[in-house]
């Protein structure tokens, strides 16, 4: 199946690659793979939420924050595609790196970037398995609470 169709199945629609932020680019195709830049979890333009993500008032729940990884991830997806010539020239995922702006206190930065691996694990099934980084930091651009970046595997 080919990842389009899987996309239309689970009735996603890729957002617009959101514009850089700075002085970047979403993607870059080098060799068989296409290397995203981290990604916010831009919506329409704009961040859900900002903050540290921990436990407490004041803060974005680790719930709230695993949402936002998985929309990190279609924004992945949507930059991708577009430095790759289309959807359906992605083949797998090989890397996810994720950032979670993080209370002191907070550990539970693995729980959260599993909404980015969940939902490529959705979307490209056994070629969506891929290795991992989950990372607290202090802060993220805009005060965004989660920032994903991922390589694809291009399609031979």
């Not at 617009?16 to 990604?39: C, E, F, N, R």
């Not at 993080?102 to 490209?124: H, R, W, Y």
Request: aromatic share 6%; net charge negative; proline share 6%.
């Amino acid at each position: 199946m080919t990842v389009s169709a899987r996309l239309a199945e689970l009735g996603i629609e890729l957002p617009d690659v959101a514009a850089p932020v700075a002085a970047y680019i979403p993607a870059k195709v080098h060799g068989d793979l296409v290397w995203t830049s981290g990604q916010l979890p831009f919506v329409s333009g704009a961040l859900p939420a900002t903050g540290k993500v921990g436990d407490g008032h004041g803060l974005v729940p680790a719930s709230d924050a695993q949402e936002m990884a998985r929309t990190c991830a279609l924004n992945a997806i949507a930059a991708a595609a577009a430095a790759a010539g289309g959807v359906d020239r992605l083949e797998g995922v090989f890397k996810v790196t994720g950032f979670v702006a993080s209370d002191p206190s907070f550990t539970g930065q693995p729980g959260v970037i599993n909404g980015a691996s969940e939902l490529l694990g959705e979307i490209f099934g056994e070629a969506g398995r891929h290795n991992r980084s989950a990372v607290g930091v202090a802060v993220l651009p805009l005060d965004a609470p989660v920032e994903v970046e991922v390589a694809f595997i291009l399609a031979r």
